[in-house]
Structure formats: structure tokens, C-alpha cells
């Protein structure tokens, strides 16, 4: 009788065209969770980050309320948590948008030849469209900033940027030569303006910020490590609702059907079958560590560096990748912005270490290729900066380097100064482990092809 009924109903579900699902078992769910969880990381990251950034009215942090810029007025120092792996070379201004109800007008300043990139990401964390030196030029302008579903009309000459989501960051950045660059850089930043399209053009004072003081202000990447499960899940499929997933998406979508997780539906792991229960919970306590540690499984250079590869900012269904970069580096740019050579171990093949010192040597012929700059900047543990006694977090072409009688350079990575004589060329380390991650801006073809390297890190005896 039962297998009657079973056959009864599967004729029924295809007659009326509706997708049959057969009984999944705790390792299938458990498979399926697998993948799942890393699909969803990068959606339920994005959305912590946007909740607290957008929790405005600290002072000297970096947060507005969405649609509205905020402007980083000095480097991130060792108290920045917000994103991790930030970086010391330029100011950042961001800004969250949502774009739901209609478009959002950009006004971008005019930075008279100096390089600056305007990156803006979906909420799945691929950035799906590029502006400022390399793509559209130096001059500045306006641009239409629309929803994925938007119908309308823009102001003749007004370019359009579709966001395949509507909610999503940019993440600006303008090159700053160091402290005593702030105050031009603040005047460029003053340049950047967002307002809805029925407002532009007329006057309108900013939305107040109104705090949660309720609200979860630790680290981002520390709270999604924290989520349990059902709290995971069902905020990936809130999130979800409007944000859709990828065109490119549908094996995935097809896959989390069989445990419930559907686009468009909210889901709640408390009724789902108990094998569904048991696999998704053994599945996210699993995955998470997989993310981490996908920077072990990375090629390294024969010199010992950590080789990104080029699927950086734009991840098509490499899902692993972009949780990973999510986890490690959220923000990156593609490729052609910059790239990010990492240093995980020294060139005896050790992690590093405080209680060593080295030296990174660049022969004349090896300074690393980027049309706009570069620099090598030091994390933590933790993967944020570490306080040190002379608030140096990253060094590179615009410091006053001091290089060698035949051009060569030396830079030296150790916790205590290494003297007066080679201070100025000093990146200070913490007293644990740590990494450090090359950053070239408009990097040349020898460094996105792979012809070039960057030279091993040398422990000093």
C-alpha cells in the first residue's frame, strides 16, 4: 500500500509539473550542507559586515547609514576589526547601498591624475563593476547605481551600473602618501556624493544616524564563526530573499532544494526532518574549517609565496575560493586593481615568527612591477594589525626607502628596531606569528602572467 501511495504521489508531482523530492539521508544532507554552507558564507558575512557598518555614530569609525558615504580620515590602526586584512596605502571611502526601491546617484570626484579604484560588490562579494583610474578615468562624473528589476528613465548622459543585488558595498580607495597626504586626500573624499534619483540635484540633508546599541559590534568575520547552524541558515535564506543567487547558480540551487533551502523562502533547521537536522548541523561544523584552511592548500612560489591566483573580486563558481577570500580578505580587488601576494612561510619553509628576524631583499631588477604602487603590509594572527612602537603596519615605494649602492633593496621584518641605521627600512612584527601580504596597484603583466616573484623572506641567524 505505501509503495502505491509513494508511486501515486510521484505520478502526481509529475502531471502537475511540480519537482518530487525523495527521502534524503543524513550523509546526502550532510554532503549537500557541505557545499551549502560555503555557497551561503560569503551572503551571511556581507550581511554582518553591512549591519555593522551601517550601525553609525561612533566617532572615527567607518560607518554611515546605507546610501550614505563614510570616509576612513587616517589608516586603519590595530583597533580596525571591521574587515580583516585591511591595508595601509589608501583611504577608504564606502558606503552600503540598497537600491530596492530606486537608483542610487554617484558623484565621483575629480583626483587630477592621482589613482584611485571604486569597486563595487554584490552581496555574494563579486565585484561587478569597477570605476576610477583604470576604467573610467581620473576626471570623475556621475553614475546611475540601479536595482536588478529597475525600469525607468535617467538623466541624458547619465551612465548605468546594474547591481545584480540590491543590496551590496563599494569599497572606495584613493592612494595616500602617507600622514602628511591626509589633508589633500580628505579634500579628494569631500568629491564623493550618493542620492537617490528622485532627489537628485536638490538639496537634501543626510539621513541621522541612530545607533543599536544593542547591536553585535564584534568583528564580523568572529561573529559568522560564531553562528550556530539554524541561526547560519536562516539568515542565508533571509538574506537571500533579496539578494537572488548568480544566473550561473542553478546546480547549487537544485542541490539545497533537497534539504529546503530555496531561494525567495525562509528556512528554519528546527522542522526539517531529523536526518536533514543531523547533516546540516555536522555539515556547518564542518565547513567552516574548511574555509579557513583552504590558505594551506594554496601553490606556493618557489620562493615560498602564497600564489592567490587570478580568481580574485570575480569568482564565477569557484564557491570555495570565494569564501575563502571572503574569510581572509573581504574587499579584495580583482586582478587587474591589484594583487596580493601572501607570505605564509620563510624560505626554510617555517611559519614566521617574532622571536626571528629577516630580511626580504629585492635585487635592482626584481622591485615588484605596478604602474601605480606597492607595498608589503603585516598582520597578526588574527589577520588585523598588531600595535607596534612606531604605528608602521605596511612599507613600500612612497616611504623614504633607503636602498643599496647597486639598487637593490633590503627590507627588514623583525619585532625589535633594528637600529638607526636601518629603521627607515623596518616593517616592525608582532611577538607571535604572523603573515604578511605584498600589495602591487596596477600590477604589469609580469606580475598577473607569473614571470615575476616575489623573492624569498631570509631568516637572519
Do not use: C
Not at 550581511?47 to 546605507?66: I, Q
Not at 532544494?257 to 548541523?281: H, I, M, Y
Not at 602572467?449 to 624569498?456: L, V
Amino acid at each position: 500500500m505505501k509503495s502505491l501511495l509513494a508511486f501515486l504521489a510521484m505520478a502526481a508531482a509529475f502531471l502537475t509539473g511540480t519537482a518530487y523530492a525523495a527521502p534524503i539521508s543524513e550523509d546526502e544532507a550532510y554532503a549537500i550542507g557541505l557545499e551549502a554552507y560555503t555557497y551561503a558564507y560569503p551572503l551571511v558575512l556581507m550581511e554582518t559586515t553591512r549591519r555593522v557598518s551601517t550601525n553609525a555614530g561612533v566617532d572615527g569609525k567607518l560607518r554611515a547609514p546605507t546610501n550614505q558615504f563614510a570616509h576612513m580620515k587616517r589608516y586603519p590602526d590595530a583597533t580596525f576589526k571591521d574587515v580583516v586584512r585591511p591595508n595601509a596605502d589608501t583611504l577608504y571611502s564606502t558606503l552600503w547601498f540598497d537600491v530596492g526601491k530606486e537608483p542610487l546617484v554617484l558623484t565621483l570626484p575629480n583626483t587630477a591624475g592621482r589613482y584611485h579604484v571604486v569597486p563595487i560588490m554584490d552581496m555574494w562579494t563579486d565585484v561587478f563593476a569597477t570605476l576610477g583610474t583604470r576604467t573610467t578615468g581620473n576626471d570623475g562624473g556621475t553614475v546611475a547605481l540601479v536595482g536588478p528589476h529597475w525600469q525607468g528613465t535617467l538623466p541624458k548622459g547619465m551612465r548605468i551600473v546594474r547591481s545584480p543585488t540590491e543590496m551590496g558595498w563599494i569599497i572606495g580607495r584613493i592612494q595616500t602618501n602617507g600622514a602628511a597626504d591626509y589633508a589633500h586626500v580628505h579634500t579628494l573624499q569631500a568629491g564623493y556624493a550618493a542620492v537617490p534619483l528622485s532627489t537628485w540635484g536638490k538639496p537634501q540633508p543626510p539621513a541621522p544616524a541612530k545607533p543599536d546599541p544593542a547591536l553585535d559590534m564584534s568583528p564580523p568575520v568572529e561573529q559568522v564563526a560564531r553562528m550556530q547552524p539554524d541561526a547560519f541558515f536562516a539568515l542565508f535564506a533571509e538574506v537571500m530573499k533579496r539578494n537572488p543567487p548568480h544566473d550561473s547558480d542553478y546546480a547549487m540551487l537544485l542541490r539545497m532544494e533537497r534539504v529546503g533551502l530555496v531561494p525567495g523562502q525562509s528556512f528554519d533547521l528546527a522542522k526539517a526532518g531529523p536526518a536533514v537536522q543531523r547533516g546540516l548541523t555536522r555539515a556547518a561544523a564542518d565547513a567552516y574549517p574548511r574555509i579557513v584552511n583552504r590558505r594551506k592548500s594554496i601553490a606556493l612560489t618557489r620562493n615560498g609565496w602564497g600564489a592567490m591566483g587570478n580568481a580574485i573580486g570575480v569568482y564565477g563558481n569557484d564557491y570555495l575560493q570565494r569564501a575563502f577570500i571572503g574569510f581572509a580578505g573581504l574587499g579584495a580587488l580583482p586582478p587587474e586593481e591589484a594583487i596580493y601576494p601572501m607570505a605564509p612561510l620563510d624560505a626554510e619553509g617555517k611559519p614566521f615568527s617574532g622571536a626571528s628576524r629577516y630580511v626580504l631583499h629585492f635585487a635592482k631588477e626584481e622591485l615588484p612591477p605596478a604602474d601605480a604602487f606597492w607595498s608589503l603590509t603585516m598582520y597578526g594572527a588574527d589577520q588585523f594589525f598588531v600595535a607596534n612602537p612606531i604605528d608602521r603596519f605596511a612599507i613600500g615605494d612612497r616611504d623614504k626607502l633607503v636602498f643599496n649602492a647597486d639598487g637593490s633593496l633590503d627590507l627588514y621584518i623583525q619585532k625589535d628596531n633594528p637600529g638607526a641605521d636601518k629603521e627607515t627600512n623596518w616593517l616592525p612584527a608582532p611577538e607571535g606569528p604572523f603573515t604578511m601580504n605584498l600589495r602591487l596597484y596596477l600590477p604589469r603583466r609580469a606580475a598577473m602572467e607569473g614571470s615575476w616573484t616575489p623573492p624569498p623572506v631570509k631568516r637572519v641567524p
